[in-house]
């Protein structure tokens, strides 16, 4: 059974008007239908607006109740947002009247509840910062409830317009042809069968994800030289190379009659004038006047409020610690910059001592426990989470955007925090793509100490494509230093949990087959590739490092209970931070539901 769904919301108020996302809706829904998929097209035209019900009544249609989906193709073509790292959101009809959004990644991972053996996801949409403070406290909706089968994950390909952070873009419609969104309408020409470089070289008569993403890549590199544009496309085609078949030849003159017709491009001199003013990314805000291109409206206001964050951030760290004299090597293993704390609080018996005069560096230490859950109070009522190993120290940093960040370093190996405050400034720029997750995880290990900042921050990236194997690599990675591993790790690997003695939480994590070598991965560490055995660890933490992973707490799956017991509902708390941070009446919540106490 083949299913696709493909969704246009060209009407997402106040966002500017996207008439591409119908067109591309339908033509992605004509070609499926004629490939032999069932197919579903929802889009706003006649007024009708796609909300998130509506995309859920389709779907529960659609999917079997008592048979596996051999292939399931996604089609997004509209406003998007980022979250998180690869985390994605896609802008409903009424999205900024009812502050709800599609969740494409708790989407993706509800169907594997569904019995998909192959997902394929292809998201026309931009991925930029919300560029305030109510969009970023959007509600991130899963769409689907759970599923009639156990959650198992399906060969997964992900094909994106653009990078994150980046805009995707749509040509206005002529006498020619209509309004294109670019992305789509390069699919649809790969997809149809009429293009000889569409087809894979090794399966000569067989459209697959790796042809695909090949053409698609040269294709748009020709639409950029005709429209004067600049594309940032990325492909994730998954493994193996063959799990999802688009097209066989045999079939291919029964899909569209003919490729789709693009609009004239603008003469040198039109673009000349247009643009001279301003860059292109401004013309979304005033689509009357746009002639050429309408990208997404939120993308040119993501750049200042990204940009002074993270420096705002490298300043309180760098200026402040290293030069202030806040940090000493013996005695401190948390250290908390840009605020004053009004309060720590952390679980039963964890002492926490206040070591400097001046303020911001403690001694947090336990005569069970070598891990330390967290909250830092601060006077205006806001609540920053960290982690506290004793044998590390835990930097956690606030500036005057309330933008909270942490990360933690060994006291003898300072010099490696640039590169945490490089990712980290990444992440909060919206830069991290998963195809950086292997050069950061590359830099995880050091000497006995495993970076569990870039691990929590790599488990997203490898959970966006799927890839269980190198979540579970890096978990190995902590048993086998004797470290506990980041709650996101243990939760994003799908590890097996149980309590212990002390109320700590145990995981065994299963064996993994070493990674094939090759160009991409072939200089890289053999921690990013090796086979590892089973082993059993800790979890660090009680509950997501990042704000991210609380779209998956609130359903999760049966070995995920024992550690996210205590957390339904806490979601609608969080501050729009990268790294987890409350509400008072959320952290009131988490502090009597597991018993912290105040150190004052």
């Given at each position: 059974?083949?299913?696709?769904?493909?969704?246009?919301?060209?009407?997402?108020?106040?966002?500017?008007?996207?008439?591409?996302?119908?067109?591309?809706?339908?033509?992605?829904?004509?070609?499926?239908?004629?490939?032999?998929?069932?197919?579903?097209?929802?889009?706003?035209?006649?007024?009708?607006?796609?909300?998130?019900?509506?995309?859920?009544?389709?779907?529960?249609?659609?999917?079997?109740?008592?048979?596996?989906?051999?292939?399931?193709?996604?089609?997004?073509?509209?406003?998007?947002?980022?979250?998180?790292?690869?985390?994605?959101?896609?802008?409903?009809?009424?999205?900024?009247?009812?502050?709800?959004?599609?969740?494409?990644?708790?989407?993706?991972?509800?169907?594997?509840?569904?019995?998909?053996?192959?997902?394929?996801?292809?998201?026309?949409?931009?991925?930029?910062?919300?560029?305030?403070?109510?969009?970023?406290?959007?509600?991130?909706?899963?769409?689907?409830?759970?599923?009639?089968?156990?959650?198992?994950?399906?060969?997964?390909?992900?094909?994106?317009?653009?990078?994150?952070?980046?805009?995707?873009?749509?040509?206005?419609?002529?006498?020619?042809?209509?309004?294109?969104?670019?992305?789509?309408?390069?699919?649809?020409?790969?997809?149809?069968?009429?293009?000889?470089?569409?087809?894979?070289?090794?399966?000569?008569?067989?459209?697959?994800?790796?042809?695909?993403?090949?053409?698609?890549?040269?294709?748009?590199?020709?639409?950029?030289?005709?429209?004067?544009?600049?594309?940032?496309?990325?492909?994730?085609?998954?493994?193996?190379?063959?799990?999802?078949?688009?097209?066989?030849?045999?079939?291919?003159?029964?899909?569209?009659?003919?490729?789709?017709?693009?609009?004239?491009?603008?003469?040198?001199?039109?673009?000349?004038?247009?643009?001279?003013?301003?860059?292109?990314?401004?013309?979304?805000?005033?689509?009357?006047?746009?002639?050429?291109?309408?990208?997404?409206?939120?993308?040119?206001?993501?750049?200042?409020?990204?940009?002074?964050?993270?420096?705002?951030?490298?300043?309180?760290?760098?200026?402040?610690?290293?030069?202030?004299?806040?940090?000493?090597?013996?005695?401190?293993?948390?250290?908390?910059?840009?605020?004053?704390?009004?309060?720590?609080?952390?679980?039963?018996?964890?002492?926490?001592?206040?070591?400097?005069?001046?303020?911001?560096?403690?001694?947090?230490?336990?005569?069970?426990?070598?891990?330390?859950?967290?909250?830092?109070?601060?006077?205006?009522?806001?609540?920053?989470?960290?982690?506290?190993?004793?044998?590390?120290?835990?930097?956690?940093?606030?500036?005057?955007?309330?933008?909270?960040?942490?990360?933690?370093?060994?006291?003898?190996?300072?010099?490696?925090?640039?590169?945490?405050?490089?990712?980290?400034?990444?992440?909060?720029?919206?830069?991290?793509?998963?195809?950086?997750?292997?050069?950061?995880?590359?830099?995880?290990?050091?000497?006995?100490?495993?970076?569990?900042?870039?691990?929590?921050?790599?488990?997203?990236?490898?959970?966006?494509?799927?890839?269980?194997?190198?979540?579970?690599?890096?978990?190995?990675?902590?048993?086998?230093?004797?470290?506990?591993?980041?709650?996101?790790?243990?939760?994003?690997?799908?590890?097996?949990?149980?309590?212990?003695?002390?109320?700590?939480?145990?995981?065994k994590v299963p064996p993994v087959v070493s990674r094939p070598r090759s160009l991409l991965n072939d200089r890289l560490p053999y921690w990013v590739t090796m086979k590892t055995s089973e082993q059993s660890g800790l979890v660090a933490g009680l509950w997501p490092w990042l704000r991210q992973g609380w779209v998956f707490v609130d359903e999760p799956e049966p070995q995920e209970r024992t550690h996210t017991g205590g957390l339904n509902g806490i979601a609608k708390f969080l501050l729009p931070s990268q790294f987890s941070s409350f509400t008072e009446k959320g952290a009131r919540i988490l502090i009597e539901r597991f018993n912290m106490e105040s150190n004052k």
């Amino acid at each position: 059974m083949k299913l696709c769904l493909t969704i246009g919301v060209s009407n997402a108020k106040p966002l500017s008007n996207l008439p591409g996302a119908i067109i591309a809706a339908k033509e992605i829904g004509l070609w499926a239908q004629q490939a032999g998929f069932l197919t579903e097209v929802i889009t706003d035209e006649d007024n009708t607006p796609v909300t998130i019900e509506r995309v859920r009544k389709t779907l529960l249609k659609m999917l079997p109740a008592n048979d596996e989906v051999d292939l399931f193709i996604l089609h997004f073509a509209g406003h998007g947002l980022r979250s998180g790292a690869e985390q994605n959101i896609w802008l409903t009809s009424d999205w900024h009247h009812e502050m709800r959004a599609i969740s494409v990644e708790a989407l993706r991972r509800r169907l594997y509840m569904y019995g998909v053996k192959s997902l394929s996801i292809f998201a026309d949409a931009c991925r930029s910062l919300p560029s305030d403070i109510d969009t970023a406290n959007i509600c991130e909706d899963a769409v689907l409830p759970r599923g009639p089968h156990e959650s198992v994950l399906p060969a997964i390909a992900r094909f994106n317009a653009v990078g994150e952070g980046q805009q995707a873009y749509m040509l206005k419609g002529d006498s020619i042809a209509p309004s294109r969104c670019v992305f789509s309408t390069v699919l649809v020409e790969g997809l149809s069968g009429a293009k000889d470089d569409a087809f894979d070289k090794y399966l000569q008569n067989c459209i697959i994800p790796e042809s695909l993403a090949l053409f698609s890549q040269k294709r748009l590199t020709e639409i950029a030289e005709i429209y004067d544009l600049k594309f940032s496309p990325e492909f994730n085609t998954g493994i193996p190379r063959d799990h999802a078949i688009y097209l066989k030849r045999e079939e291919s003159s029964k899909t569209l009659p003919q490729l789709p017709k693009w609009p004239a491009p603008p003469s040198f001199s039109e673009v000349q004038n247009k643009f001279s003013e301003e860059p292109p990314e401004f013309l979304a805000d005033r689509s009357n006047d746009a002639q050429v291109i309408l990208p997404d409206a939120m993308y040119s206001l993501k750049q200042s409020r990204s940009g002074k964050s993270s420096k705002g951030f490298k300043q309180h760290y760098i200026d402040e610690i290293f030069q202030g004299g806040y940090f000493s090597k013996s005695d401190s293993n948390l250290i908390v910059r840009g605020a004053v704390p009004k309060n720590i609080w952390s679980t039963c018996q964890v002492d926490v001592r206040s070591i400097n005069k001046r303020g911001g560096s403690y001694l947090v230490s336990d005569t069970i426990k070598n891990v330390f859950q967290i909250l830092i109070e601060f006077f205006d009522g806001v609540f920053a989470s960290a982690v506290v190993y004793e044998n590390l120290t835990t930097i956690v940093s606030r500036d005057g955007k309330n933008e909270i960040n942490w990360t933690c370093v060994s006291p003898w190996e300072l010099d490696w925090i640039g590169s945490d405050l490089s990712m980290i400034e990444k992440l909060q720029k919206g830069t991290l793509s998963a195809k950086k997750v292997d050069s950061i995880a590359a830099k995880l290990r050091r000497s006995t100490h495993v970076n569990p900042t870039l691990g929590a921050i790599a488990s997203y990236l490898y959970d966006f494509t799927g890839d269980l194997d190198s979540i579970h690599r890096m978990a190995f990675l902590y048993c086998n230093n004797s470290q506990p591993m980041p709650f996101d790790v243990s939760f994003l690997g799908a590890l097996s949990m149980k309590e212990i003695e002390g109320g700590q939480i145990e995981v065994k994590v299963p064996p993994v087959v070493s990674r094939p070598r090759s160009l991409l991965n072939d200089r890289l560490p053999y921690w990013v590739t090796m086979k590892t055995s089973e082993q059993s660890g800790l979890v660090a933490g009680l509950w997501p490092w990042l704000r991210q992973g609380w779209v998956f707490v609130d359903e999760p799956e049966p070995q995920e209970r024992t550690h996210t017991g205590g957390l339904n509902g806490i979601a609608k708390f969080l501050l729009p931070s990268q790294f987890s941070s409350f509400t008072e009446k959320g952290a009131r919540i988490l502090i009597e539901r597991f018993n912290m106490e105040s150190n004052k």
